[in-house]
């Protein structure tokens, strides 16, 4: 068993951590290696469910975790640490005009085949620096998320961070995940209220630093 998990250590570049060997109390739904995520299927690159961040992020996703537990919540990660074949394949999906399975859930509103253009997804993510992160709060007991206006990855106006048309409570939830986040040394990509990204993180050529070392 320990040899397993040497094993599994030594396979990550120098710089990258297990997300769970930092703190293992934050709570990881790794979407895409799952069938529930827009695509409908588990992306390419995505082999097992684990979250691999760079260590300096994992330092900073503890400390907000550490905070957000004095209010009896915490964090949820959705996705850290992104294959850069996962968005090559999110490209070619979006070109596939007839797979449109997974509308109604994540992107009602919107032409799939836009995507890129609407700067929803990118052939280069900063999430291959394995710095940027996406997440939302959530209670610690019953693991309930809080109200943030729509769930993440949902590609709609309404996701925008600062969107009017949310209720109150959204509105609120919105402004603390983002204040926390802060913080602690992350910025907020304006399109996505769930999406955060270290400012001083340790990769930072585009896109020499864009790694496509397989998630598992």
């Not at 085949?113 to 940027?132: I, M, N, P, T």
């Not at 996406?134 to 109200?147: A, F, H, S």
Request: contains cysteine; aromatic residues 14%.
């Amino acid at each position: 068993m320990l040899s397993n998990l040497q094993f599994s250590k030594d396979f990550l570049p120098k710089g990258f951590v297990y997300l769970n060997d930092i703190d293992p109390s934050i709570e990881q739904y790794i979407m895409y290696a799952k069938e529930d995520n827009f695509t409908g299927r588990i992306v390419k690159g995505y082999e097992k469910e684990v979250a691999i961040c760079t260590y300096q992020a994992a330092l900073a996703l503890k400390m907000i975790q550490e905070e957000l537990n004095k209010f009896g919540l915490g964090l949820k990660v959705y996705d850290i640490y992104r294959p850069a074949q996962a968005c090559l394949d999110f490209y070619e999906w979006s070109q596939d005009v007839n797979d449109q399975k997974m509308k109604e859930k994540f992107y009602p509103h919107v032409d799939k085949k836009d995507f890129f253009e609407l700067g929803y997804v990118a052939k280069y993510s900063g999430h291959s620096r394995g710095s940027a992160v996406d997440l939302t709060i959530i209670t610690l007991e019953g693991k309930e998320e809080l109200n943030m206006g729509t769930r993440v990855d949902f590609i709609d106006e309404l996701s925008a961070t600062q969107n009017p048309d949310i209720s109150f409570e959204a509105k609120k939830n919105r402004l603390m995940l983002r204040s926390i986040m802060e913080k602690y040394g992350f910025e907020n990509y304006s399109k996505e209220w769930w999406h955060y990204s270290l400012r001083n993180e340790p990769f930072q050529r585009k896109p020499e630093d864009h790694f496509d070392f397989p998630v598992k």
